[in-house]
């Protein structure tokens, strides 16, 4: 059976690959805005920004963590 990267040349590989990991910081940016929105929690255009702009997927991962018990988006970010 051959796998799919079989199927696509190196710089294909890269591309998809970045897309992936684009996908998935996107995801949890929008995951932790979604998290403080449903808790009821206020964040502030610039706090938005920060979550929005920020590629370092482990930082937004502690970030989703964080939302689900902090009672400010302050704190999201100490």
């Known amino acids: ?10 710089d294909a590989q890269v591309w998809i690959a970045e897309g992936i990991a684009e996908g998935r ?20 255009d610039e706090q ?3 979550v929005l702009t920020c590629t370092d997927l482990q930082q937004l991962e ?5 939302a689900a018990t902090i009672s400010s988006a302050d704190e999201l970010f100490n």
Do not use: C, D, H, P
Request: hydrophobic share 40%; proline share 0%.
């Open 1 to 10: 059976m051959k796998t799919a990267s079989r199927w696509y040349s190196e």
């Open 48 to 50: 938005r920004q920060r």
């Open 25 to 44: 910081i996107e995801g949890e940016a929008k995951s932790v805005l979604l998290i403080l929105e449903a808790r009821g929690i206020t964040v502030t």
């Open 62 to 66: 502690t970030w989703v963590r964080r």
